[in-house]
């Protein structure tokens, strides 16, 4: 199976739960490090970036991908977001195109998080998304709730957008669509029930450590970011990079050269607009590449999917092997240099990381 994501945080998600049902997993940061010829018999997770792209970007990328694979995998699936962000119809349309899908079924629904279609309306938790802080998203905002609105396109482009109130709901879609002519796109709802064991008690975890307070980074990667107090030294943005009104050089970071640990975070919110967000989380990852040429940890730890973006792509590291997920949407994964790197959504609580 082959699972494109648009944006990291949602790939490891995803291979957090195929992980956690039994499964063998790799993830890679886009297509240029996926060798389809390898004969890996596990599920392949494309981390791409297309949500921050434009949409003539996003499509190119999504042929990419695919022409990059020599040989077809059995299944693709294609991880959206469930807050309908993203180039949804534009990104369906080139795969279906590229890989002679008769037709798509898109359910961004996530039940178990509170999230239904009802009647074409998608709800979190009862309220319609575009009264929810969605609608203030600065690249896709949320101005209506009904997906036929949203997306005006999909109906023709040969998408299905199902009603999902419940679990049930999506076992019986997978029932009916599940034909081999059918490319599913959604949530991690979706995906679970897609990959469900069909003998239960299967589920997988590995006994490592989750975190060490020794021989590790953290970047606390958005301006929200609460305070963790775990011993480690703390290293805040000092005020005039956060402005960019001057280099990385005035940021102290002793505290890494002499424990070799260190928490990174942005202590100022005055700074709103996209431009700010990509000075933000470039400097993030240039100053963490500086600090890992120097020290390569043990444990890397990263809020945020734009900045684990934007690190790991500074970092060169491409490839990844999952072994654990602490939480919902936590997963921790080991690089090919050994480093185990953790990837937590900015929105999602730290679950049982730091428990030691």
Request: with cysteine.
């Amino acid at each position: 199976m082959l699972v494109i994501a648009d944006d990291i945080t949602g790939a490891a998600e995803i291979a957090g739960i195929a992980f956690s049902q039994g499964q063998q997993v790799r993830l890679f940061c886009g297509s240029s490090t996926y060798d389809a010829t390898n004969g890996y018999k596990g599920i392949t997770v494309i981390a791409t970036d297309t949500r921050s792209m434009t949409e003539a970007e996003a499509v190119a990328e999504m042929k990419h991908i695919i022409s990059s694979i020599i040989r077809h995998p059995s299944f693709i699936f294609k991880k959206t977001d469930s807050a309908l962000r993203g180039h949804v119809v534009a990104e369906l349309t080139s795969l279906m195109q590229s890989t002679g899908y008769c037709r798509a079924v898109y359910l961004p629904a996530n039940p178990s998080k509170g999230r239904i279609i009802s009647d074409g309306v998608y709800f979190i938790n009862g309220k319609p998304i575009h009264e929810t802080d969605f609608s203030f998203d600065p690249e896709f905002p949320a101005r209506t709730s009904s997906l036929k609105e949203r997306f005006p396109n999909a109906e023709g482009a040969g998408i299905i957008m199902p009603d999902a109130e419940s679990l049930d709901d999506i076992r019986r879609i997978i029932e009916t669509y599940n034909d081999g002519k059918t490319l599913f796109a959604g949530a991690a709802d979706l995906f679970a029930l897609l990959v469900e064991p069909e003998t239960k008690g299967t589920k997988q975890e590995k006994s490592i450590e989750a975190y060490s307070r020794e021989n590790t980074l953290i970047l606390c990667g958005s301006t929200q970011s609460k305070p963790l107090n775990l011993g480690i030294p703390l290293s805040h943005m000092p005020r005039e990079v956060y402005d960019g009104s001057s280099d990385l050089s005035r940021w102290d970071t002793t505290g890494y050269q002499e424990q070799h640990s260190l928490i990174l975070s942005i202590p100022h919110t005055h700074r709103t607009g996209k431009k700010a967000a990509v000075h933000l989380r470039t400097v993030m990852a240039e100053m963490t590449r500086q600090l890992v040429t120097k020290h390569c940890p043990g444990y890397l730890i990263i809020e945020g999917g734009a900045t684990a973006w934007a690190t790991l792509q500074a970092l060169g590291w491409n490839e990844f092997d999952v072994v654990r997920q602490i939480a919902p949407g936590v997963v921790q994964m080991r690089a090919t240099c050994g480093t185990l790197v953790t990837l937590k959504p900015g929105s999602y609580p730290w679950g049982g990381l730091f428990t030691r």
